[in-house]
DNA sequence: CAATGTATGTCAGAATACTGACATGAGTCA
DNA sequence: TGACTCATGTCAGTATTCTGACATACATTG
């Protein structure tokens, strides 16, 4: 109606689509997660640890998408509370390997129910084949911004 | 190597594989404008503007992805600068409907030019096929998500 | 072996976004 | 008309994340 030819129109733009999508999840994580009184960040950090045990302060903070110092932060509130644990020295460099606590795993949980009822009413009304291909859509779509990072 | 079987696998995870598209995005946006000295947040307001001239600063703030108080400082930023302009009082109710001046219309464009060429990058190797693929996916997301808002 | 470059953990301050709260204006309904 | 509900704009305080900076540890290279 009022377009006015600029060119990128949000109406259209994956872009944008993008971003909402991503914002809609983060809503509804956000909403299973506060009866549990956890946050997002949070989870995604116990996550991460659960499948991947040992992981730095630096490796969790790039696949939780924040950066280092923020995740230290973090980590130091989950270690005071007794989720995590990190040795008082680094076996090898300055990398603290970080792990679960039994207490850790059990508050994981509980989270882990809850986010996957999220995502698969995220994916209810896909079909396999549609699901297997936003997987690859994603991942090109990714692998195309990454490329160009430092292009001139 | 070190799955637990515990159910939800970031590494085939849709939600995760969506929030690292989009953290993709958002990095290369913050890349091609930081030279314009503008942040995301900026350029999705300007943007909102122009394409849909007269829009209140919570409908703003809805399109935005942050909250209206967040928008609403924003907006006062910009305004003192010159880039957009709201009447002193609301025509109708407490709605004040904001507009882009010319400044912000020239600021804009450079903006747009910019965070196009992100858009194009993104869609690099994807056929006009896996594009509207990827458009309906992305609607049924949001879709599904929304449905369950309100739910038990 | 020494110099350099890269990556890590961490502290401090700044920027940004959010939650809570309030008054105001419009719509609804009895 | 009056009571009620809802949405808006805005102020204030809080919380979260980021940027900048520093020392340290390992790898690379001459």
Not at 49 to 56: E, F, T
Not at 79 to 93: D, K, L, S
Request: charged fraction near 25%; proline fraction near 4%.
């Amino acid at each position: 109606m009022s377009q006015n030819g600029v060119g990128v129109d949000l109406d259209k733009s994956l872009g944008y689509l993008l971003k909402e999508a991503s914002s809609a999840l983060r809503a509804a994580m956000e909403e299973v997660l506060r009866p549990l009184e956890m946050s997002v960040t949070h989870y995604s950090c116990l996550e991460l640890l659960a499948q991947r045990p040992g992981l730095s302060n630096s490796e969790l903070a790039r696949r939780a998408f924040v950066t280092r110092q923020s995740m230290n932060v973090l980590l130091q509130t989950l270690e005071r509370e007794g989720y995590v644990t990190r040795p008082a020295e680094a076996p090898v460099g300055k990398v603290l390997p970080t792990r679960l606590t039994p207490r850790g795993r059990r508050r994981l949980e509980k989270a882990t129910v809850a986010v996957r009822s999220v995502e698969v009413r995220m994916l209810a009304g896909m079909t396999e084949t549609e699901q297997s291909g936003a997987f690859r859509i994603l991942q090109s779509m990714i692998h195309s911004l990454r490329d160009g990072n430092d292009g001139a």
